[in-house]
């Protein structure tokens, strides 16, 4: 048995390894980087150790900026993409012919480049001299006036993101809650048909229970990734994240570490521990939540 055990803890050891290497070592240095003041990279000094650091990030008007842009992208994106997806892929199991195509078709956007994808929908709302956008030319249609989405107004500005971080993620979500409603017992749905059960009193009473692990994990990983939004952000607004007002704290961190007003991985660093201790909450208010609402 002792031999067994010691086997299988050699199995994990490679594993255990890789993730105190590349995960545990990281973690702990950035938290002791954090409160490290004034520390310095190429001479690897510093000159206190405090919160300082923190009190400077916390109260900095680029950061303050983009903590708001995170939280109202997450607060928008992670419901309405989970929500958006879960129809989306009922629907698709519901259609019997070219459902393979439509699920190709609505997975393509998951396999493109994100930058490419930031351009031909910086190509759709964008106002320039010469057009005002396919978007602006539907708008029209209706009797509204041009906006300039990509240079304009805050609210149109994070409207754009929001719907952009929406696509993207889309795919994704698609293809997960396909593979969990394919695995739901079919019986269920008959004795629901037999009885004269509604779609709807279906939908909420059977499948939302039965692949409710699913949707937490989505929800889990959907908050996760929007926490950790940059690329979507410099993928229709450009490097400049702090001109356009639509930088994101991941962007915030780069800045601090190699943008323009960067070298400061001191601030940086508390900026990271500041998203961790975020992303965690939030996670173990997920955990607690899905103690009573999933069902495995």
Same mark, same amino acid.
């Given at each position: 048995?002792?031999?067994?055990?010691?086997?299988?803890?050699?199995?994990?050891?490679?594993?255990?390894?890789?993730?105190?290497?590349?995960?545990?070592?990281?973690?702990?240095?950035?938290?002791?980087?954090?409160?490290?003041?004034?520390?310095?990279?190429?001479?690897?000094?510093?000159?206190?150790?405090?919160?300082?650091?923190?009190?400077?990030?916390?109260?900095?008007?680029?950061?303050?900026?983009?903590?708001?842009?995170?939280?109202?992208? @997450?607060?928008?994106?992670?419901? $309405?993409?989970?929500?958006?997806? =879960?129809?989306?892929?009922?629907? %698709?199991? #519901? !259609?019997? +012919?070219?459902?393979?195509?439509?699920?190709?078709?609505?997975?393509?956007?998951?396999?493109?480049?994100?930058?490419?994808?930031?351009?031909?929908?910086?190509?759709?709302?964008?106002?320039?001299?010469?057009?005002?956008?396919?978007?602006?030319?539907?708008?029209?249609?209706?009797?509204?006036?041009?906006?300039?989405?990509?240079?304009?107004?805050?609210?149109?500005?994070?409207?754009?993101?929001? @719907?952009?971080?929406?696509?993207? $993620?889309?795919?994704?979500?698609? =293809?997960?809650?396909?593979?969990? %409603?394919? #695995? !739901?017992? +079919?019986?269920?749905?008959?004795?629901?048909?037999?009885?004269?059960?509604?779609?709807?009193?279906?939908?909420?009473?059977?499948?939302?229970?039965?692949?409710?692990?699913?949707?937490?994990?989505?929800?889990?990983?959907?908050?996760?990734?929007?926490?950790?939004?940059?690329?979507?952000?410099?993928?229709?607004?450009?490097?400049?994240?702090?001109?356009?007002?639509?930088?994101?704290?991941?962007?915030?961190?780069?800045?601090?570490?190699?943008?323009?007003?960067?070298?400061?991985?001191?601030?940086?660093?508390?900026?990271? !521990?500041?998203?961790?201790?975020?992303?965690?909450?939030?996670?173990?208010?997920?955990?607690?939540?899905?103690?009573?609402?999933?069902?495995?």
């Amino acid at each position: 048995m002792e031999k067994n055990n010691l086997k299988g803890w050699l199995y994990l050891l490679p594993a255990f390894i890789f993730l105190g290497v590349f995960l545990v070592y990281p973690l702990i240095d950035v938290i002791i980087y954090s409160f490290e003041e004034g520390f310095n990279f190429a001479s690897q000094t510093y000159f206190g150790i405090g919160l300082y650091n923190y009190e400077y990030v916390l109260s900095d008007p680029y950061f303050l900026a983009a903590l708001k842009n995170t939280f109202i992208l @997450v607060i928008i994106t992670v419901p $309405v993409s989970t929500a958006l997806a =879960l129809l989306l892929s009922v629907g %698709l199991m #519901s !259609v019997k +012919k070219l459902r393979k195509l439509f699920q190709t078709v609505y997975f393509l956007p998951y396999v493109t480049n994100t930058l490419a994808v930031g351009m031909v929908f910086m190509i759709l709302f964008a106002k320039t001299e010469f057009t005002d956008g396919l978007v602006n030319v539907v708008l029209s249609l209706f009797g509204m006036e041009p906006i300039d989405f990509i240079n304009g107004p805050y609210a149109a500005k994070m409207l754009v993101l929001c @719907v952009y971080t929406v696509w993207i $993620v889309l795919p994704f979500k698609i =293809l997960v809650f396909t593979s969990a %409603l394919a #695995s !739901v017992d +079919k019986t269920y749905y008959d004795a629901a048909r037999v009885d004269g059960t509604s779609s709807a009193r279906t939908f909420w009473r059977i499948t939302v229970p039965m692949i409710s692990p699913i949707i937490f994990y989505v929800v889990i990983t959907g908050f996760i990734g929007a926490f950790k939004a940059y690329s979507d952000a410099v993928a229709i607004f450009g490097t400049d994240l702090n001109v356009a007002e639509m930088n994101t704290i991941v962007g915030y961190i780069y800045d601090m570490l190699y943008g323009d007003s960067g070298g400061y991985p001191s601030f940086a660093a508390a900026a990271a !521990v500041i998203l961790f201790v975020i992303v965690l909450t939030i996670t173990c208010i997920n955990l607690y939540v899905s103690k009573k609402n999933v069902h495995y």
